[in-house]
């Protein structure tokens, strides 16, 4: 397995480029993630880890990676990680001309396989589907981050493999809210639902098991960057904060702190770079087991690091109208997906020794 701790030249152009266009951004402003999206589709994020023949540029998930991070950084609410790199690739196996209305920002679809209770037990899915002169859907998912316009459901099939479906997003019962980052999320009901049939049996379950993957992965891309984003502010603000005639920074207990904080940040960097090597992997079983350890140190680091980054700015690391916080709440909502980050330490271990 290739670790590559250094970016390309063009991954190092790219990122340059998203950091400049979120540098104007105010994370404790919601924005436009309609606008945002578009933006996205305009410079070519949405391509570029998409193949040629899907209208991509031929990059790799490591690029997609680069993105996310930045658009992390930033707190860019619009689901460029959930729709243009989880989503359109499910597509992807479906149609490459369908991964293509993706890359060029003209269809925006959205994975919507979580169940209540599935607690990332990926395949223990209770959405049915029914051939009736047509497919019918019952059933209900959750957990579901961002707009869109069209839904890719999974259902059991009526001889018992799995399916994935889409349904346009006006036909859709979703029920909306916003998540604690301030994110668009939503709950789908199904009910005797139209939908059309993507892929089905074993294609279908392998397009599935990689989306999963791809989303733990490149979500903790997303992560990183917000971690990143509060301990530069955080150090910014211990170099400049005095207290008691001296820089709060050159306390010593604050010192080994803000070290901690780095030790699990590059902790957090180094196992991204092992979930991206095992998103290039042959392997499926180990491309999970590493999808799953990646999310849960991730999800680990997140926490204390931005926690941490409260702490250390004292009463006003609370407030609304500080911007620590609102890093603190992309660190708790993407913690508590996929079943949290105690249960994607019992999926490492299950898929280590089964």
Known sequence: MELNFLPTEEQAMLRESVRRWAACRDVRETGDAEADWAYGAEQGWLMAGLPEEAGGLGGSDADSAVI???????????GFV?????????????????AEEVAIGGALPILAHDEPGMRARYL?????????????????????????????????LPDGAIGLFEIPADDAALRT???I????????????????????????EAALREAIDRALVLES?????????????????LMTRKQYGQLIGDFQALRHRIADMFIELEQAR????????GLASSDAGERARLAAATRARVAQAGVFVCGQAIQ??????VTDEYPVGHFFKRIVAFANRHGGEARQVERFAELSYS
């Open 68 to 78: 996310a991070e930045e658009l992390g950084r930033a707190l860019v609410r619009a």
């Open 82 to 98: 959930e729709s243009g790199m989880v989503a359109a690739h499910v597509l992807l196996a479906a149609s490459p001309e369908r």
């Open 124 to 156: 223990d899915v209770s959405t049915c589907a029914v051939d009736d002169g047509g497919w019918k859907l019952t059933g209900r998912k959750s957990a579901i981050v961002g707009s869109a316009s069209s839904v890719i459901v999974s259902a059991r």
């Open 177 to 179: 809210y916003e998540t």
């Open 181 to 204: 980052d301030g994110r668009a999320g939503g709950e789908l009901s199904l009910d005797a639902t139209p939908a059309e049939l993507l892929l089905s049996g074993a294609t279908a």
């Open 221 to 237: 891309a997303e992560a990183l960057g917000a971690m990143e984003a509060a301990f530069d502010m955080t150090r910014e603000y």
């Open 270 to 277: 180094s196992i991204l770079q092992v979930g991206l090597a």
């Open 312 to 317: 250390l700015h004292g009463g006003i690391g």
